[in-house]
């Protein structure tokens, strides 16, 4: 096995530097995601091109090669007082805006209708409140009818719409459905709205379904199976593929290859993005914080990653890549001013006004923007190298020199047994696990939430509103005679006087690696390297002390041998 990999990896690093004097295909769809732009503008945020004249945003990226904008739609973004959720405001009125200003400039725009008044992803897919109480067959209904809609206003207003996404990462639920054939009916309803609009209008649609977690490859055939049970008329896969989040490039070629061949669907990557730099620019935190690995954080980084993310994708079949927030730069350097922006123009992630709709996501405050350490301007609104790189990507070259900037891949772990049971708490059985609170309070729970689990959907989660102190543990037995190495994925935040420790007991020992978490997502992996083991077990075990209000969740620990 261990051969195998060392062979696939050779293969793949040839390909690469071979790649890089190889032509391009220039019919492949190069698109960005600005969702943003308009509160963004109407915030005061201003760009320039790459001789340093203020531009429009959309026509440095037209003049990049850029030939698509993707826009999310949501139904109704408003607290009904006329006070916008945030993220955009972006409802169908503004995405015509946009996608007409986006024609104008010869770009063609791929719509992306959450079917939600807010954001919708794995952890939420709350439907839109007009939709409140309805069965599945009136929702069906509705959705066919708002589509319909949204879809002819974009148009109408000279949008050149020719993809449609019908829900946004849907794999386990959408429009506050979570019965897997009733969401592909819900989509069935979508893409025949969309097919008779464009049939109406004598101009070719393409259909898409939007799928994330691609390492869970099985749900994915699932949700596939579903609506080609259903009859839905979709034509394309679009899928996530953030390297710090869904495994190395093998498992987006793994992934493209697969569905073009199982299901006979068009595949393209409908999200991805890299940080060129660790710096937050307007004093809201970042979803991605820290180092991932991987990949330089910095602008050629940025733009070695694009790259390798479109040769993957081309070389496995894919017909497009579009880049994630893009353009959501700061709208200055200060939370304490920016608040104002972000509450009046949906400039930042969320306004508080969207606490009432989404309670478990926002909290009563005006939040900015987590993602502006990967845009593809500068905190002051300059291009950035992956610019040039998309460019020469258009033009139907890998740009040199960029693959070697590349570090060493995320390859799958070898097939070294792992001793801990139900390492990652995916069975419902976890006697083999003793949690214990050194405090009266029990802040931890075993909670089934994808996008706090680091594989799977079930992590050890924890919060509390009163001071933490507690451990979580287990004893490995039946060990040869050897040296282990124990290892766990952490993420979680708001930490205040924490001291995070992993450790292993073996022979009387006790060793220890303390950590830090981050922000959500951000996983951190403790590792204790080098343990000899002579009495045939160990305990490994996380020990976790934090001031209340600190949260996150543990996952997928593991005990190897290493000699
Ligand atoms: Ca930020």
Not at 112 to 124: I, K, N
Not at 213 to 229: F, N, P, W
Not at 299 to 311: F, I, N, S
Request: aromatic share 10%; charged share 20%.
């Amino acid at each position: 096995m261990r051969k195998f990999i060392c062979f696939v990896l050779a293969s793949l690093l040839a390909l690469s530097f071979a790649a890089a004097a190889e032509a391009f295909p220039t019919a492949f769809v190069l698109g960005v995601d600005v969702s943003e732009l308009i509160a963004q503008e109407n915030s005061g945020v201003t760009y320039c091109d790459a001789d340093g004249n203020a531009a429009d945003a959309l026509k440095v990226l037209a003049d990049s090669g850029v030939d698509h904008i993707r826009l999310r739609v949501w139904n109704d973004p408003t607290d009904g007082e006329g006070h916008g959720y945030g993220g955009g405001n972006i409802d169908a009125g503004v995405a015509a805006q946009l996608s007409a200003r986006a024609a104008a400039l010869g770009m063609k725009t791929l719509i992306d209708f959450h079917y939600s008044d807010f954001w919708a992803d794995p952890s939420r897919q709350l439907a839109p409140k007009a939709w409140a109480g309805m069965g599945p067959d009136e929702k069906a209904e509705a959705l066919y009818d708002y589509t319909r809609e949204a879809l002819g206003l974009i148009l109408d207003a000279g949008g050149d719409v020719d993809m449609v996404q019908v829900g946004n990462e849907i794999n386990y639920g959408m429009a506050g459905e979570d019965d897997t054939d009733i969401v592909a009916r819900l989509i069935a309803e979508g893409c025949r709205a969309v097919k008779e609009v464009a049939a109406g209008r004598g101009i070719e649609i393409t259909t898409c379904v939007h799928l994330t977690d691609i390492t869970r490859y099985s749900r994915i055939g699932e949700v596939l199976a579903a609506l080609q049970k259903a009859g839905t008329a979709c034509d394309a896969v679009g899928l996530s593929y953030y390297p710090y989040w869904h495994g190395g490039l093998e498992y987006l070629d793994s992934a493209v290859r697969s569905i073009v061949a199982d299901w006979g669907k068009a595949v393209f990557v409908a999200e991805t993005a890299w940080p060129f730099t660790l710096e937050d620019g307007d004093g809201a935190g970042n979803v991605i914080g820290t180092d991932p690995g991987l990949y330089p954080v910095s602008p050629e980084g940025q733009a070695a990653a694009l790259c390798d993310v479109c040769r993957t994708a081309a070389n496995a079949g894919a017909t497009g890549v579009f880049y994630w927030g893009g353009i959501w730069t700061p709208v200055g350097r200060s939370a304490r001013k920016n608040k104002a922006l972000w509450a009046q123009w949906g400039s930042g992630w969320a306004t508080r006004y969207a606490a009432a709709y989404d309670p478990d996501h926002v909290e009563d405050a005006d939040g900015g923007c987590a993602w502006d350490n990967q845009a593809m301007f500068d905190f002051k609104g300059r291009p950035l190298a992956i610019l040039d790189a998309v460019k020469q990507l258009s033009e139907g070259t890998l740009p040199e020199g960029l693959a070697a900037v590349t570090v060493e891949a995320d390859m799958p772990e070898d097939d070294a047994v792992n001793y801990v049971l139900n390492p990652g708490f995916e069975d419902g059985d976890r006697s083999m696990w003793v949690a214990e609170s050194g405090v009266d309070d029990i802040p931890f729970d075993y909670q089934d939430f994808v996008n706090d689990a680091h594989g799977g959907t079930v992590a050890f989660h924890y919060w509390s509103k009163a001071d933490m102190d507690f451990s979580i543990r287990q004893t490995v037995t039946g060990l040869e005679p050897g040296t282990y190495r124990a290892s766990a994925w952490s993420q979680g935040g708001d930490m205040k006087d924490a001291k995070l420790t992993l450790f292993v007991e073996a022979d009387g020992e006790t060793y220890e690696a303390d950590f830090m978490n981050t922000s959500w997502a951000d996983w951190q992996n403790p590792v204790l390297d080098a343990i000899p083991v002579t009495g045939g077990e160990l305990t490994i075990g996380i020990r976790i002390r934090c001031a209340a209000l600190g949260w996150g969740t543990l996952d997928d620990f593991s005990v190897t041998r290493v000699e």
